[in-house]
């Protein structure tokens, strides 16, 4: 009996520890670049093998996600080879107008995304 108590409790631990991190808000820059988009949505790789669980692999890229961009986003700083997104910030403005148009992606993981060109994140 205490056996089999003290193997459940091992199963559950090694559970929780496998689960995964919660994508909701990292409260960093994370390094990214663009690999596709159209109106307002994008998918970004993630560069910084910190973040890689955010990311998955998709329609034959790795580490990517697709992005929700926020209202007036400066679209030329998506031409950089490297800029920083801000995942789900809390005061994210999506009270625009979108096009119908939506980016091909068939991975899962998206996320709400504010862009900066440079990083603010002590450490970076």
């Known amino acids: 009996m205490i056996r089999n108590l003290i193997y459940s409790f091992c199963l559950a631990a090694i559970a929780l520890s496998c ?4 994508p909701t808000s990292t409260g960093e ?3 990214v670049s663009y690999v596709r988009g159209i109106c307002g949505q994008a998918v970004l790789k993630i560069h910084d093998p910190r973040y890689f669980y955010l ?3 998709a329609d034959g890229d790795t580490n990517v996600f697709l992005a929700g961009l ?3 986003t400066d679209y030329n700083v998506l031409q950089k080879h490297t800029f920083y997104v801000e995942l789900n910030p809390a005061d994210f403005n999506s009270n625009c107008a979108v096009c119908l148009a939506a980016v091909s992606y068939s991975g899962s993981k998206q996320y709400a995304v504010r ?7 002590p450490g970076f």
Do not use: M, N, P, R
């Not at 689960?19 to 919660?22: D, G, L, Q, T």
């Open 29 to 31: 820059c994370i390094a």
């Open 19 to 22: 689960e995964e991190k919660s």
């Open 70 to 72: 926020e209202c007036f």
């Open 55 to 57: 990311g998955e692999d």
């Open 115 to 121: 862009v900066h060109e440079t990083c603010a994140t």
